[in-house]
T-cell receptor, first 112, second 115 residues
Framework: DAGVIQSPRHEVTEMGQEVTLRCKPI?????LFWYRQTMMRGLELLIY????????DSGMPEDRFSAKMPNASFSTLKIQPSEPRDSAVYFC??????????FGPGTRLTVL | AQSVAQPEDQVNVAEGNPLTVKCTYS??????LFWYVQYPNRGLQFLLK??????LVKGSYGFEAEFNKSQTSFHLKKPSALVSDSALYFC?????????????FGTGTLLAVQP
């Protein structure tokens, strides 16, 4: 089992640019979570999906952020336009039961 | 509101000594409690969970946690610390509000084990 796969692992972009983060969950996992981690705010849940349907997006900071899950094996988190305060490590996690979550290696985003 | 608190930002312990990482919770109803560990430049990894049953839960890498309902605590313990245990540890509780299946994570405790 390859685990949760995230790409890219590192992303450096300039303010105002569009950023797309990608995630491939573990096969058979019905839940997918997007988190953001920073020193200041810790670990924040942005949004989670169950069976490809967004269930709770209350953690999405603003309209600049959007997430999709077009099928069971792929999800994207998009930031448009990006801002320096979006700099963080973004994690994707998947789970069968929503509690024992398997995290990907993360994408370190730097917005200049 | 559901929440967990990790009162210590950092815990220092010498290798071979017992370690404790503290967690207290506030939930309505019976809690589902979890511990996760994050090694440098990695995602979080599940360590153990308490849902029901024995108050002492055993998990990965020799860790265990004790559920104490009267003190609303779920402290993580290990009898003998290893340098390789140095990492960031997160306590989490299931969000019992509404029809949600998400976890509420604490702020994390950095464990530093000195050789």
């Amino acid at each position: 089992d390859a685990g949760v796969i995230q790409s890219p692992r590192h992303e450096v972009t300039e303010m105002g640019q569009e950023v797309t983060l990608r995630c491939k969950p573990i096969s058979g996992h019905d839940y997918l979570f997007w988190y953001r981690q920073t020193m200041m705010r810790g670990l924040e849940l942005l949004i989670y999906f169950n069976n490809n349907v967004p269930i709770d997006d209350s953690g999405m900071p603003e309209d600049r952020f959007s997430a999709k899950m077009p099928n069971a094996s792929f999800s994207t988190l998009k930031i448009q336009p990006s801002e320096p305060r979006d700099s963080a490590v973004y994690f994707c996690a998947s789970s069968r039961d929503s509690f024992r979550q398997f995290f990907g290696p993360g994408t370190r985003l730097t917005v200049l | 509101a559901q929440s967990v608190a990790q009162p210590e930002d950092q815990v220092n312990v010498a290798e071979g000594n017992p370690l404790t990482v503290k967690c207290t919770y506030s939930v309505s109803g019976n809690p589902y409690l979890f511990w996760y560990v994050q090694y440098p430049n990695r995602g979080l990894q599940f360590l153990l969970k308490y849902i029901t049953g024995d108050n002492l839960v055993k998990g990965s890498y020799g860790f265990e946690a004790e559920f104490n309902k009267s003190q609303t605590s779920f402290h993580l313990k290990k009898p003998s610390a290893l340098v390789s245990d140095s990492a960031l540890y997160f306590c989490a509780v299931r969000d019992m509000s509404g029809a949600t299946n998400k976890l509420i994570f604490g702020t994390g405790t950095l464990l530093a084990v000195q050789p």
